[in-house]
């Protein structure tokens, strides 16, 4: 809090520091377009799968302490409800059924993606066919100019 500024102020503040913190750890992706990393691949891949680890990592420790820790916390004010030893159990199933939705949101997309993606009546071959007839017709029209 900034004391003797506008609470309005202080919260476009606020929105800009995020952002700009936001826009500095996007920025860090043009590290990875230097000519050293971008031809050594398995350099490359070592370093996405750290960056991938980060990223959940935070993740992780964003919903604990910002989600499920105040979760249990509220559970503790109501152990009439709850129980003293099972405060536990609603961030529990919060978090089950958060990793539920997840996951059959995962599925139900890639079921989309697989349905749209090629034609019921064209098999993967009947694809590649095309695929390689379209590429010898562009041949054949650049040859006539």
Same mark, same amino acid.
Not at 6 to 35: C, E, K, M, N, R
Not at 45 to 64: E, K, N, P, R, W
Not at 86 to 105: D, E, N, Q, S
């Given at each position: ?12 503040? /606020?929105? $800009?520091?995020? @952002?700009?913190?936001?826009?500095? /750890? ?5 590290? $990875? ?26 993740? $992780?420790?964003?919903?604990? @302490? ?41 599925? $139900? ?37």
């Amino acid at each position: 809090m900034i004391e003797g500024a506008h609470p309005i102020l202080q919260a476009l503040y /606020g929105t $800009l520091f995020t @952002w700009f913190v936001t826009a500095l /750890g996007a920025s860090l992706v043009f590290l $990875l377009d230097i000519p050293y990393v971008s031809f050594n691949e398995k350099l490359l891949q070592q370093i996405l799968d750290t960056m991938l680890g980060f990223a959940g990592g935070v993740m $992780l420790a964003a919903s604990y @302490w910002s989600l499920l820790a105040p979760s249990i916390d509220l559970a503790k004010d109501h152990p009439e409800i709850y129980g003293e030893d099972y405060v536990w159990v609603p961030a529990a199933v919060g978090f089950l059924a958060g990793g539920a939705v997840m996951l059959l949101t995962g599925r $139900l997309l890639d079921y989309f993606d697989e349905s749209t993606s090629k034609p019921a009546s064209q098999s993967t071959s009947d694809q590649n066919t095309l695929v390689e007839k379209e590429k010898g017709a562009k041949k054949k029209k650049k040859k006539t100019f």
